[in-house]
């Protein structure tokens, strides 16, 4: 079975614009969560869809959202980046939501100039 | 005070050591996850528990829900184990709340 794939695996973009990022989760994996990584604040959960609901979001602006589409894959946009936006974006997958294991894609790395 | 307390922050032993890393957390959960995560930031999932003790290889972790704590153990450790181990915490629907991670270091 194929793994979690991410896409991009490295982004650059100057401060202003805008991201989508792409995760394809395990086949038949219906949970995506997000992830943030970064030096100073670790990480952090973003949000989770779960058959193409999202069922919770973690402690971030309105600048960032997402969707998951009917074949579970998922998006996640960031609008007028800031330079602290620059992270490691992860995502997961899993069978059920919130309590099942969750598997890892490798992340893209987002650099903000 | 995070929601979820990891010790020791950096650990180096030599290798064949026992190693333990501590996970403490303030709030009800309904499971707790342990990664792993080596440079260049894959993540793998090594456990989810939420009551008793699961073995996988050299791999231990033990959890205490009255006392809201989780332990890791490596037995024979090796260079290999060298990584970030990353304790979570999952409730419901509120998404992982991590630790800050413990750094390992396993000297030949």
């Known amino acids: 079975k194929a793994g979690v794939t991410q896409t991009p695996r490295y982004l650059i973009k100057t401060r202003g614009q805008q991201v989508t990022l792409s995760c394809s989760p395990i086949?038949?994996?219906?949970?995506v969560s997000w992830y943030q990584q970064t030096p100073g604040q670790g990480l952090q959960f973003l949000f989770e869809y779960f058959s193409e609901t999202q069922r919770n979001k973690g402690n971030f602006p309105g600048r960032f959202s997402g969707r998951q589409f009917s074949n579970s894959r998922s998006e996640m946009n960031v609008s007028t980046l800031e330079l602290g936006d620059s992270a490691l974006y992860l995502c997961?997958?899993?069978?059920?939501?919130?309590?099942?294991?969750?598997?890892f894609g490798p992340g893209t790395r987002l650099t903000v100039l | 005070k995070n929601e979820v307390e990891q010790s020791p922050q950096n650990l180096t032993a030599q290798e064949g050591e026992f190693i333990t890393i501590n996970c403490s957390y303030s709030?009800?959960?309904?499971?707790l996850h342990w990664l792993q995560q080596h440079p260049g930031g894959g993540i793998v999932s090594l456990f989810m528990?939420?009551?008793g003790k699961k073995k996988h290889g050299r791999l231990i972790a033990t959890i205490n829900i009255q006392e809201k704590h989780s332990s890791l153990h490596i037995t024979a450790s090796h260079p290999r184990d060298s990584a970030v181990y990353i304790c979570?915490?999952?409730?419901?629907?509120?998404?992982?709340?991590f630790g800050k991670g413990t750094h390992l270091i396993i000297q030949p």
């Open positions: 997961a997958s899993s069978l059920a939501p919130a309590t099942d294991t969750q598997y």
């Open positions: 709030v009800g959960i309904s499971a």
């Open positions: 528990l939420s009551s």
């Open positions: 979570a915490v999952s409730r419901g629907a509120d998404g992982l709340t």
């Open positions: 086949s038949g994996h219906r949970s």
